[in-house]
Antibody, heavy 120, light 107 residues
Framework: EVQLAESGGALVQPGGSLRLSCVAS????????MSWVRQGPGRGLEWVSV????????HYAAFVKGRFTISRDNAMNSLELQMHSLGPEDTGFYYC??????????????WGQGTKVTVS | VLTQSPDTLSFAPGERATLSCRASETILRSKLAWYQQRPGRAPRLLIYDASKRVTGVPDRFSGDGSGADFTLTIARLEPEDSAVYYCQQYADLLPHSFGQGTKLEIK
């Protein structure tokens, strides 16, 4: 069974930084692209970032504006999102997600339970 | 940009609901997925490639469409279908944006 376990969410002051982590199990982590999706309070889903199977390709939503960095460690089956210059608009649940492809277009076939980030 | 309509739907159990997802540009190769998010839960994948149902998803759920217009139909509605439904495009062009969601209420 595919499992994605996020951690690292916390209450942080505006302008602060946070590192989110996700540990994956139940599949061959190094075969798949991974992504982060967030959801603000009472709001819809918002795609944040994606990283290819080997970390060679990374893409970000326009609102990231150079503040976030996605990375992965295939030896540890882990995914991270380093966030800087956080603002209240970054508040929400951050979901670690598994793509169905290694690097090309793919849909999300697994979601973690989310980690809560509050910027206040 | 994906626009879902309507924002909210309300039906009685046993009825049939049709949710719409319209893209501002053609979605190549119908690379569109539908997700269900029940209150307090993470989303889960229902449909991919516009019409392919995920294993384990009841056949009451069906997806259709191509180009820029897509629909999710849920037949014989059950109370457990109460959720927010999102479409997402995952064609070559990034970002792989989501629609704003349609809230389905079963009363």
């Amino acid at each position: 069974e595919v499992q994605l376990a996020e951690s690292g969410g916390a209450l942080v002051q505006p302008g602060g930084s946070l590192r989110l982590s996700c540990v994956a199990s139940g599949f061959k982590f190094s075969d798949y692209a991974m992504s982060w999706v967030r959801q603000g309070p009472g709001r819809g889903l918002e795609w944040v970032s994606v990283i290819s199977w080997n970390g060679g390709a990374k893409h970000y939503a326009a609102f990231v504006k150079g503040r976030f960095t996605i990375s992965r460690d295939n030896a540890m089956n882990s995914l991270e999102l380093q966030m800087h210059s956080l603002g209240p608009e970054d508040t929400g649940f951050y979901y670690c997600t598994k793509q169905t492809s290694a690097k090309g277009p793919g849909y999300i076939d697994a979601w973690g339970q989310g980690t809560k980030v509050t910027v206040s | 940009v994906l626009t879902q309509s309507p924002d909210t739907l309300s039906f009685a159990p046993g009825e049939r609901a049709t949710l719409s997802c319209r893209a501002s540009e053609t979605i190549l190769r119908s690379k569109l997925a539908w997700y269900q998010q029940r209150p307090g839960r993470a989303p889960r994948l229902l449909i991919y490639d516009a019409s392919k149902r995920v294993t384990g998803v009841p056949d009451r759920f069906s997806g259709d469409g191509s180009g820029a217009d897509f629909t999710l139909t849920i037949a014989r509605l059950e109370p457990e279908d109460s959720a927010v439904y999102y479409c997402q495009q995952y064609a070559d062009l990034l970002p792989h944006s989501f629609g704003q969601g349609t809230k389905l209420e079963i009363k």
